[in-house]
C-alpha cells in the first residue's frame, strides 16, 4: 500500500534534519510545504506544491494522486506540534499515513539555554487571538514556550504583558534558529519591548529568578 509522508523537518536548516527523512525526501516524487520549507529542498529536481490557505485542495490532490506518485508532506519541527497533521489526519486514513517525527524549534531552545523544557508549559499563538487564560497561564506558570507569529511579535507580545501588570518575568527571543543569522536576545519584558524582530521567532517566558 502506497503511504502518504507527513515529515518533520526540524527548526529550519537542513543541518537538523533527520537521515531517515532526508531519504524519504529524496525518493519522494512530490513535495508540499510552506514556501521557507520548499526552499530548503529547491536543489532537488521535485515537484512542489505551496500550502496556501486552501488546504482543501492540497488535501483532494493527495488524495487523487498518492497511489500513482510519492508524496511527502513537509512540516516545520514536529508533525506532532501544531503542524498540518491534525488536519490531513482529519480526511486521511491513518494506514496511509507514515509520519517521521523532527526537532522543534522549542527544544532547539531550550538546548541553547542549557535548560530542560519537560516542565514548559507550550502556547501557539498563530493565527489566535490572545484570550484571559493566556494572560493567566503567563502569571501561574515559571517557564513558558511560545510559537509567535507575525501579527503579534515578541515586542508586542512584552508591551501587552507589561500593560496587563505582568511582572517578574523574563524573557529570551530566538529568531532564525539553526539558520547562520541566527539572534538570541535575552532581558526583561522592557527590554524586549523596545526591540524589533524579524518574523520567524520563538519566546520563552520565565520567572526572574530562574536562571538560563
Do not use: C
Not at 519537560?118 to 498563530?126: A, E, G
Not at 523574563?170 to 522592557?190: H, M, N, P, Q, W
Not at 518574523?199 to 520563552?204: C, E
Amino acid at each position: 500500500m502506497s503511504k502518504i509522508n507527513i515529515l518533520g523537518i526540524g527548526p529550519g536548516s537542513r543541518d537538523y534534519l533527520l537521515k531517515i527523512t532526508e531519504q524519504e525526501i529524496l525518493e519522494s516524487d512530490v513535495l508540499i510545504g510552506g514556501k521557507r520549507i520548499l526552499s530548503l529542498f529547491s536543489d532537488l529536481d521535485k515537484k512542489t506544491i505551496k500550502i496556501t490557505a486552501d488546504l482543501e485542495s492540497i488535501k483532494d490532490y493527495i488524495l487523487q494522486n498518492y497511489q500513482k506518485e510519492k508524496i511527502s508532506v513537509l512540516v516545520s519541527g514536529d508533525p506532532g506540534f501544531f503542524s498540518m497533521m491534525n488536519y490531513l489526519k482529519r480526511h486521511i486514513s491513518n494506514n496511509l499515513l507514515n509520519i517521521i517525527p523532527g526537532i522543534s524549534s522549542l527544544q532547539l531552545a531550550a538546548a541553547r539555554l542549557k535548560m530542560n523544557w519537560d516542565d514548559m508549559t507550550i502556547i501557539s499563538l498563530h493565527g489566535k487571538k490572545v484570550k484571559d487564560d493566556f494572560i493567566n497561564k503567563i502569571k501561574s506558570k515559571s517557564k513558558i514556550g511560545l510559537f509567535t507569529d507575525n501579527k503579534f511579535s515578541p515586542d508586542q507580545i512584552a508591551s501587552f504583558l507589561l500593560k496587563k501588570g505582568i511582572k517578574n518575568k523574563k524573557a529570551i527571543v530566538f529568531e532564525r534558529l539553526s539558520y547562520s543569522d541566527e539572534k538570541i536576545t535575552k532581558g526583561s519584558l522592557e527590554k524586549i519591548r523596545d526591540k524589533d524582530f524579524v518574523k520567524l521567532t520563538v519566546m520563552v517566558i520565565l520567572n526572574e529568578e530562574l536562571e538560563i
